[in-house]
């Protein structure tokens, strides 16, 4: 997983185990904070996705990265045509609307 320079990134065992100690063992975030050197910010995001998801990690299903271009399925490209379709119609109802305003 890729970040900005000089951040760091914790395994999923790692955050299992400050989750486990924070809300099982009742280790306090400052605690957790000075053995392990983790904001406390971050500690109560992954307890809130351990909540969440049943994992200290977000999961949030989002499919990340460009559209892909070539598609094996017909009907996907055919889906994405008609979206592109439906943007274009509303972007020129939003033109001419100002074009008329501005009459």
Known sequence: MA????????????????????????????QLEGEFGINDTQILNWCKWYKQYGVP?????????????????????????????ALLKKFNELLLEEEAKRR
């Open 3 to 30: 970040g900005k320079a000089g951040m760091r990134h914790y395994d999923k065992d790692f955050r299992m185990t400050v989750v486990d100690l924070h809300l099982n063992k009742g280790w306090s975030l400052s």
């Open 57 to 85: 990690m977000q999961q949030t299903g989002k499919v990340r990265g460009r559209p892909k271009k070539n598609y094996s399925d017909p009907t996907e490209k055919i889906k994405r045509l008609e979206m592109e379709v």
